[in-house]
């Protein structure tokens, strides 16, 4: 609510009201955003009321098929943005870690994550041995919500999801090879049929090459989203499947499994997601650099 100082209007907005505001710019319906926010439809309308106190315009315009910004409110949304994210930046400053002179909080894609996360860690702790890591696996699209909203300083994801608020860049990309148990018999490719393989549905640009380059087993009775879950299958059902290339050769290693010789190998690049406003700050270039080479290092 305004309230005056002195003679001079202050405007105090509170941060649910940017939420919702942020979430109606999204959903386009009062209703939509009561059900997502787990509010009623009368406290949307009312933070929103209050938000046009504060600011002297409306931002919202509601019609029969739901509601559309106004002028003002599509000239607000970029700060509306730019507010939330600062709020949940400073509530992450204040909160800290110890004694610690910062907090980074860094998003894994979830097949980085399970994989080797202290590949990662180590780098960026060598990197920056005065800060505090906070780690969190997750899918692309939630982590890039979570960059453009604050809740995650950095990302390492498969799929970027295109924002205005949100700088990607790609550090490389990792290989992934088909492999096999010794006893399952699939030491070729003209071996593995669609009733005996695991699809690694990791991304939608991996898919797309994997249908490219093996349209035999597009459509397999098994399939996974994780790297994990397909080896699981691939060693206890006897089934083939892609690996990443530092997992297959470990597998390799250890006599649990073997290539299938004339299989293509995929790649699958990696992305590094920050907000916009810290692309050209000394400390991400510098993080995204140590990135960059940690994931072109040889193991």
Known sequence: MARRARGHSVITMQPEQIDTFLDLCETRSFHRSAERLGVTQSTVSGRIAALERSLGVSVLRRSRAGCELTTEGLRFEPHARALRHAMVEARAAARGAGGQAMTLRLGLQNDLAAEDPARWIARLRALLPQAAFYIEADYSAQMCRDVQGGGLDLALIFTPQPSPDIHFETLGELSYRMVAPPEAGLTRLDQVTPE????????????????????????????????????????????????????????????????????????????????????HRAVWRKLIATLRDTLGETP
Not at 206 to 216: E, G, K, V, W, Y
Not at 250 to 275: F, K, M, N, S, W
Request: net charge positive; glycine share 8%; aromatic share 6%.
């Open 196 to 279: 005996r393989y695991a699809l690694a549905n990791l991304s939608p640009a991996f898919t797309r090459s994997h249908d490219a380059l093996l349209p035999h087993l597009a459509a397999p009775e098994l399939a996974a989203g994780q790297g994990a879950t397909v080896r699981g299958m691939i060693l206890s059902l006897g089934v083939a499947g892609y690996q990443e290339d530092r997992v297959a050769r470990r597998l390799v290693e250890r006599g649990t499994a073997q290539l299938v010789a004339d299989a293509p190998v995929l790649t699958q690049p990696i992305y590094a997601a920050i907000h916009y406003r810290n692309r």
